[in-house]
T-cell receptor, first 114, second 112 residues
Framework: DAGVIQSPRHEVTEMGQEVTLRCKPI?????LFWYRQTMMRGLELLIY????????DSGMPEDRFSAKMPNASFSTLKIQPSEPRDSAVYFC????????????FGSGTRLTVV | SQQGEEDPQALSIQEGENATMNCSYKTSINNLQWYRQNSGRGLVHLILIRSNEREKHSGRLRVTLDTSKKSSSLLITASRAADTASYFCATDASQAGTALIFGKGTTLSVSS
C-alpha cells in the first residue's frame, strides 16, 4: 500500500486566493482526519470523517474552511479566502479501527499564504 | 486544546544513552499512543498502550502508563542517531466521538 497520499506537498498562494488540499486515505480505512500543525499551536484536529460522514468539525477555525469526503478514497480541505495566518502544515491521516487503532499520516501539505 | 503535554520540550543525548520522555494528560482515556515525526515528514505510529495496561515494549521502546497520575513515559534504550526526531503522545479520550489529541512533542537530538 502506498500509504496516505496528500497533494500538493507545497503550496504558496496569495492572500484571498482559494486553496484546495487533497488526500487519499489507505484503502479500507474508514476514518479520515485532517490536522494542522504550527510551531505555536502544535497539532490541531480540524475535522474527521467516519465512512465519509463528517463526525466532528468543531476544530475548523471558521467558515473559510470546508472539508468534503465524496467517497471512501478521496477528501479535500478547502480554504476560501486564504489568509497569512492559515500558513501551516496540513496533515491527513486515516485509521482502520477506532478507538484502538493507530493513525497513518500522510506527508503533509506545507501551505504558505503571502 | 492540548490534552497531552510532553516533558521535556527538548532533549539532547549521545548515541548509546537512554532517552526518557514524559507525557501528562487531563481526562480519562481509552488508550495513549506515541508517535515519531522526522523533520519535514508525517507522524509515524510507534506504540499504543491501553488504559488497563501499565507497561508495553516494542523493540528498544518501553512505554509506561499510570492512569492514577494521568501520565505516561516513553523510554528509548541504546539510542541511535537515527532516533533524532520529535516524539508526540496522543490520547484517545474515553468520551465517545473524539479523535486523538496530540501534545506539542519532545524534540530528541542524538549525536554520534
Amino acid at each position: 500500500d502506498a500509504g496516505v497520499i496528500q497533494s500538493p506537498r507545497h503550496e504558496v498562494t496569495e492572500m484571498g486566493q482559494e486553496v484546495t488540499l487533497r488526500c487519499k486515505p489507505i484503502s479500507g480505512h474508514d476514518y479520515l482526519f485532517w490536522y494542522r500543525q504550527t510551531m505555536m499551536r502544535g497539532l490541531e484536529l480540524l475535522i474527521y470523517f467516519n465512512n465519509n460522514v463528517p463526525i466532528d468539525d468543531s476544530g475548523m477555525p471558521e467558515d473559510r474552511f470546508s472539508a468534503k469526503m465524496p467517497n471512501a478514497s478521496f477528501s479535500t480541505l478547502k480554504i476560501q479566502p486564504s489568509e497569512p495566518r492559515d500558513s501551516a502544515v496540513y496533515f491527513c491521516a486515516s485509521s482502520l479501527t477506532r478507538p484502538y487503532g493507530g493513525y497513518t499520516f500522510g506527508s503533509g501539505t506545507r501551505l504558505t499564504v503571502v | 486544546s492540548q490534552q497531552g503535554e510532553e516533558d521535556p520540550q527538548a532533549l539532547s543525548i549521545q548515541e548509546g544513552e537512554n532517552a526518557t520522555m514524559n507525557c501528562s494528560y487531563k481526562t480519562s482515556i481509552n488508550n495513549l499512543q506515541w508517535y515519531r515525526q522526522n523533520s519535514g515528514r508525517g507522524l509515524v505510529h510507534l506504540i499504543l498502550i491501553r488504559s488497563n495496561e501499565r507497561e508495553k515494549h516494542s523493540g528498544r521502546l518501553r512505554v509506561t502508563l499510570d492512569t492514577s497520575k494521568k501520565s505516561s513515559s516513553l523510554l528509548i534504550t541504546a539510542s541511535r542517531a537515527a532516533d533524532t526526531a520529535s516524539y508526540f503522545c496522543a490520547t484517545d479520550a474515553s468520551q465517545a466521538g473524539t479523535a486523538l489529541i496530540f501534545g506539542k512533542g519532545t524534540t530528541l537530538s542524538v549525536s554520534s
